[in-house]
């Protein structure tokens, strides 16, 4: 079977979906499984190579999510599988934070060579997102001695309880918690499609800066008590929303001016996946600190916080990891380096293009698309009600999520009513034609549905 996953560019679908395998898995998840997390349909994965995935009932996918944009070199790279296999025979743990080891070191000076701008760098290893961010948010109050944050809405920074309180993408993210970080402001993102100034007079992003400026700096907090402003350059879980530019580099300038920290959070904009190793690259930004993970490893868990070496000056117990900087995450991280360094960035860049181009007549063509936008292969749909309204219409997103995946596509949604195409940075052309040719038949149902 595994065989067949292998061999084959395209879907494979040989039954109404769930099977059942999959009903019996989806059933035992049910009852011990934690209820938070969110399936939008039943695929139980067995296995993957490259873009492909293949259920447990022998059911073959193509694979538009990548993991939520992980699986950066595809799943199961065999260079990748390969670096993993000789380092898990070596050394599984040794525990970064208590002792020395080659990996560490190796890692940080390729991610300081990777790394946007040419300042020397430092980094801390974790192993997620979420935990990537709360170094920054911890590095950014010790290294300024300030502790206000700015973030802006629709941003997702992660779940735990530092990162939860910059969150501000969904309201469920953070009802029941309680109390989150005081002293956090957030800002209106600067969003072509809809911006939260109304008409936009000026270039897009440019009122969200004079609303910085001129209210929350003048009536919510002196920018001398802000320690950083964290941003995602691209949107991820908002809604696959790209800043403009100008904006960030303006953001930029101005953080510098009142000696407040740039964290980007390219947790899921990163690796390449914009066809740049960063988001920040289009931008031609220098971020004081980077928030690395997802893409990093292929699919192993690693967080990476890297910041500027004249910033990362915190002493010895202030900040530290057991798991941080696992080895065998590491070896998975050079591998996956190389092979995007090598070929898949460019890939991003080429494939995303060709999809753009089919992609932006949607517009046009279908009444409930609103917008199509995106860098590389970090793509969004947005779905309303009607272009005139541009009523949000989470409906219409969910109904193709869902046709798609008996179509044996996986997707995932972003956002309110947003279709996020995060696939691997393997996929070709003739992948991401059968994908576009996909959700153009589900659209179109929905449509007719609706
Ligand atoms: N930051 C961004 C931009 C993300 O997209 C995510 C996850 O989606 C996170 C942080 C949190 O990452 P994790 O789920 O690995 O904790």
Redesign the pocket.
Known sequence: MFEAAMDTKLPLVRMPLPGPRAKQTVALDERYISPSCTRSYPLVAQRGRGAMIEDVDGNIFLDFAAG??VASTGHCHPKVVEAIQRQAAELLHISGTDFYHGPLVDMAQRLEKIAPGSDPKRVFYS???????EAAIKLARYATGRDKLIAFHG??????MG?LSL?ASKAVQRKGFGTLLSGVFHLPYPNRYRCPFGAGAHDCGDDCLEHLEKVVFKKLVDPEEVAAVFI?PV???GGYVPAPAKFLRDLADICARHGILLVA?????GMGRTGKWWASDHAGIEPDIL?I??GVASGL?L?VTLARESLMRWKPGAHASTFGGNPVSLAAAQATIDLLESEYIENARRVGEHLMNRMKGWVGRFGTVGDVRGMGLMLGIEFVTDHGSREPAPQIRDRVVESAFHKGLLLLGAGESTLRLSPPLVIDTEQADFAAGVIEESIAEAERAA
């Open positions: 939520i944009a192993n997620s997102g979420t935990e990537a961010v941003c997702f920074h992660g779940r735990t990162s969150t995602e949107q991820g879980e959070d390219e947790v899921q904009s928030c993970a997802k868990p967080g």
